[in-house]
């Protein structure tokens, strides 16, 4: 990745935690973010938001497994050879997520509900035993998707290798 796609992500993420404690001043309960502290001892709770977002944008409207398993994608591909190695640059990854491309990722703050998805996730719960990609089969995609081995569907999107 270029110094300037990571400082794009980094410039993104901040804009992410500025919204987020705005959003906070004027919702509480919203910020009943748990930070999840990762075993080097280093706060997550930044990756927990930006997790919960693409959850809101990528898979709002599915079961909260299904919500889960969108974020556990995301942590899939940092430990996956082949793809970015943190969570930002998995997410900010061109043209890799259609909320981020539309910029629905940041059109509303994830719900709790999203964020306990997120939080899930980070702690280790995997509803899609290790799937890289996902993807709604209602709808047109990409054909070399399909080539993927799927492992599981939850809700309306299918999770493949």
Not at 5 to 20: E, G, K, T
Not at 72 to 81: G, T, Y
Not at 85 to 98: R, T
Not at 100 to 121: H, K, Q
Request: proline content about 7%.
């Amino acid at each position: 990745m270029t110094r300037q796609r990571r400082l794009c992500a980094a410039i993104l993420l901040v804009v992410a935690l500025v919204a987020a404690a705005a959003y906070a001043s004027n919702r509480k309960t919203a910020l009943d973010i748990e930070p999840v502290i990762a075993s080097s001892g280093v706060s997550r709770g930044g990756e927990t938001l930006l997790l919960a977002r693409l959850v809101h944008g990528e898979a709002n409207a599915e079961p909260y497994a299904g919500q889960v398993a969108v974020a556990s994608v995301i942590l899939n591909r940092v430990q996956a050879p082949g793809f970015p190695k943190s969570i930002p640059d998995v997410v900010y990854e061109p043209g890799a997520f259609e909320s981020v491309s539309n910029g629905l990722i940041w059109s509303d703050y994830p719900s709790e509900e999203n964020i306990a998805a997120a939080t899930a996730a980070l702690n280790g719960w995997d509803p899609t035993y290790g799937a890289l990609f996902f993807w709604n089969p209602y709808k047109p995609v990409n054909p070399w998707v399909w080539t993927r081995q799927i492992v599981t569907q939850i809700g309306r999107h299918v999770f493949a290798l």
